[in-house]
């Protein structure tokens, strides 16, 4: 079974600041999807990006890129120039389809 | 922009009572899935239906859930008797198709209290 590690229950981080959001997982598949999560307060959850396992290019969106460290089994979040619209939960999340999620990483972002 | 449609957003019940929760996909989407979370973890995958049919109910607790999508579209998730450890925020999403790499779309959840 695989299994999903975010250590950072909580991290902070001032406005137009650089933040990295740590997870680690473990699965013996070979090919396979990590996910980063956002779950604003009393708002549904929605994806932030997507890197596949084959890819050694990490993947990057606007000011949110990955840092995906396959054979270390590490796939950090890294959030550029913090915006007070980025505070939320953060989930780290394996697999397509039938996803497991971490425990989450509650951002605050100090103005 | 198409949503997924939970009701009701809240729910308080007592312990023994019997309750339910609905879920409308994103119209076209032959993938739908529950999701238990409970307050301070991650979302935890109950079910998942591909059109009509369950693909993976392993961790449902099927002794006191139940689930359906009797027309591949819809679907609701029943909990009877509900007991005090199921206050939690149960979740539904649907993705296009089933694969790795598909994108879940998730709706605004349904909060269950059992008191």
């Known amino acids: 079974a695989q299994t999903v590690t975010q250590s950072q229950p909580e991290m902070s981080v001032q406005e137009a600041e650089t933040v990295t959001l740590s997870c680690t997982y473990d699965?013996?598949?070979?090919?396979?999807?990590l996910f980063w999560y956002k779950q604003p307060p009393s708002r549904q959850m929605i994806l932030v990006i997507r890197?596949?396992?084959?890819?050694?290019q990490n993947a990057t969106e606007n000011r949110f890129s990955v840092n995906f460290q396959k054979a270390a089994k590490s796939f950090s979040l890294k959030i550029s120039d913090s915006q007070l619209g980025d505070a939320a939960m953060y989930f780290c999340?394996?697999?397509?389809?039938?996803?497991?999620f971490g425990k989450g990483t509650h951002l605050i972002i100090q103005p | 922009e198409a949503e997924v449609a939970q009701s009701p957003r809240y729910k308080i019940t007592e312990k023994s009572q019997a309750v339910a929760f609905w879920c409308d996909p994103i119209?076209?989407?032959?993938?739908l899935y529950w999701y238990r979370q409970i307050l301070g973890q991650g979302p935890e995958l109950l079910v998942q239906?591909?059109?009509?049919?369950?693909?993976?109910d392993s961790q449902l607790p099927k002794d006191r859930f139940s689930a359906e999508r009797l027309k591949g579209v819809d679907s609701t998730l029943k909990i009877q008797p509900a007991e005090l450890g199921d206050s939690a925020m149960y979740l539904c999403?649907?993705?296009?198709?089933?694969?790795?790499?598909?994108?879940?779309?998730f709706g605004q959840g349904t909060r269950l209290t059992v008191v």
């Open positions: 239906f591909q059109d009509e049919s369950v693909v993976d």
């Open positions: 699965t013996s598949e070979s090919d396979y999807y």
């Open positions: 119209s076209g989407h032959a993938t």
């Open positions: 890197q596949e396992a084959y890819k050694q």
């Open positions: 999403a649907s993705s296009m198709v089933q694969g790795l790499n598909t994108e879940a779309f």
């Open positions: 999340a394996y697999g397509g389809g039938g996803l497991t």
